[in-house]
Each structure stands twice: as structure tokens, then as C-alpha cells.
């Protein structure tokens, strides 16, 4: 099951709206040989089941399927995994977690049973519900996972008095920065960093990306121009905006002419798309997993409205000092039972910087 959840792991960032799965084909009968691997392909399909019995052939009768998510059983854009695996004739089907699809439900593991393939559900659950936690906000709550990245200076400051914030962190965060973005499904900021940063958002990785993450931009009153890089870019990468409902119509056509999705969310008491909106819209549209790279403002707004499921910080071994740009703007926070809790995953040196990673305390 370990090995395949590693195989899933790939799909992540490529897959939406699907979840990212593993499977991997077990004989037995001749000492435990591994006769097919397969994980979801990028945009979700051919299914992990189907790659791994393509590989498998014959190889497949009497084998144990080790899949990382309960096998579908609808008749969806696929035929169902379960009826391929039946008929490849698998003997035993270990399964670390059901799938909360309404279509699936628990049905894939009777349609096993009922085939005559014995079934045991929850090998390695916890690392399996980790791994597809965005798919699973989605189905369950009808949000994407946040992942809030920010590049800190020692002092937990993201730029200079004067907005300047380009390369904070070393060469070797920057690459690591760009992987997070492609296992993402979107990449998202506030207007108060895309007209300060005019960022690309893309991944520029050796090699590229096997589906581009949507680059998402928080701009209540449409303040994004045209000369900007996102929307010089959009025809090739998708790029939504979200809007405050009721924003200006003339500049809403401008941007769709350009090739931007432009997105309505519902406005709060200060005119911004209310957080809860905006991940609604967002999971809508099938993202399951959100990268949110600033400003301070979206970073605060999503924190207080309990919507950053994981930190992602990239600590510089430089110190700005007070005068410079908070991280995180005001949270009126009273009492320190009122802050927002993390707990600590990892630590660990990525060049001259340190990479923290928290997840939030439930
Ligand atoms: C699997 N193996 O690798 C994945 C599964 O639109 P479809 O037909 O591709 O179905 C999407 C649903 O299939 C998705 O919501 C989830 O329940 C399941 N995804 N199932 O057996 C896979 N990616
Ligand atoms: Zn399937």
C-alpha cells in the first residue's frame, strides 16, 4: 500500500476534479511479484486500476490489487474499475479508504464481495486520507484544501517598507516553490500582490508540467490590467478572477475577450468576495487543492474564516525589521486563545533557507 500511495502522490495537482489514486497488482502465488503499478493520469483519466491491469494482462488472474481509494463502480466518462478488476479475475482487493463520491459509497467494496473477491478496507487510511484531503473537503464540505506559502525574512516579514519582495528566499526555495505550484491545482493571490509583483505564477520546472495549475487572482473591483502578465498569459494558462458580485461590466468583457474566466463571488461587509464564497465557487469548478501565495490581506481574510488547512513557510537567513510587510495582515486577535493554531509536520534545510511545514490544529 505504500508503494502505492507513492504512485498516487504523482497525480497530485494534475488529476482535478478527481482524486489522485495507486494501484498496484500483487501475486501471491509467485512470492508477492508485482505484476502491474498504475496512478491516475493527468485531467483524472485512464483511472489508477485500469493503467495498472493494462500492464498486468493475463498477469492479473489471482492477484491482490492494492488501490490507495475504494474502487469506483459508476459509469462515468470510464467503465468501472471494479467491473475491469473483476473480470481481470483478482483474488483479494486491500483498500485503504472508501470513496466519499455519492456515486461510490461504499458500493465499489460490495460489488467486490458480491464478486467473490475478498475485500479488507482501511490498510494505511490515515496516509490515504492525507494524501486526498482536497478531494475529500471537496466531496464532503464542497471546498478546496488551502495550503497558505508565504517567503519569510527571520523576522516573519514578506518585503520591504516599499513593497519590494523579489527574491527573499535563495534559488533552491524558489524550485521548491515552483514543485508546490504543480502539485496544486490553483495557484492563488490578491490583487494587492499581482499589481505589486505583476507574477507569472506558472511552474518553471526542468520539464515542464503535464497539465498547467489554474492561476487564480482575488480582485474585488477588477483592478487587474491588461498589460499585466496573467492576462497577457491567459490564453495559454487558464486564469480566473473573482470578483466581488455586481463588479464593472466593461471591464468584465475586456478580461473574458482576453481569455480570463471572471468569477462572482459573494461580497462581505468590506466589499471583498467573502472567503467562504470564493472556495465554494472555486470547488465548484472542481479544484481540490489551492495554493495561496499572498498578499497578507487574502492570507488573513482565508485565516480568520478557518479556511488554511496547511503553512507552507520559506524562512531567509535575512532580517528586514518592523517597518517591512507583515506576512499576515491584522487579525484583531484579543487573547491568545483566540489565535490560529498550527501544528509542526516538518523541518528541514532547502538551501540557505528552512522550509516549515504546519498543518491546522483541529
Ligand atoms: C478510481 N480510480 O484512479 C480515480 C477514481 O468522471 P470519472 O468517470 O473519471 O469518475 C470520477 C470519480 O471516480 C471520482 O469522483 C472518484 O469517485 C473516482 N476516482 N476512482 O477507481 C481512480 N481517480
Ligand atoms: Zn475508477
Redesign the pocket.
Known sequence: MRAALALARRGLGL?W?????G?VLVRPDLGGRVVGRG??QPG??P???TEALARAGEGARGATAH?T????A?H???PP?VEALIAAGIGRAVVALE?P?P??QGR?LSRLREAGVSVSLGICEGEAADLNAGFLLR?RVGRPLFTLKSALSLDGRIALAGGTSKWITGEVARAHAHRLRDRHDGVMVGIGTALADDPELTCRLPGGTRRPSVRIVVDSRLRLPSSSRLVRGAADVPTWVIVAEGAEPKRRSELVDRGVTVIEAEPGPDGRPLPASLARELAKRGLTRVLVEGGGELAAGLLKAGLVDRLVCFRAPRVIGGDGIAAIAGLGQGALIDTKDFVRADVRAVGVDLLEFYRRRD
Open positions: 488529476v476534479p478527481n482524486p489522485a489514486v494501484c496512478w491516475t483524472g483519466r483511472h489508477a486500476e488501490v481509494l475504494e474502487p469506483c459508476h462515468g466518462e470510464t474499475c470513496d463520491d456515486r461510490v465499489g466531496q
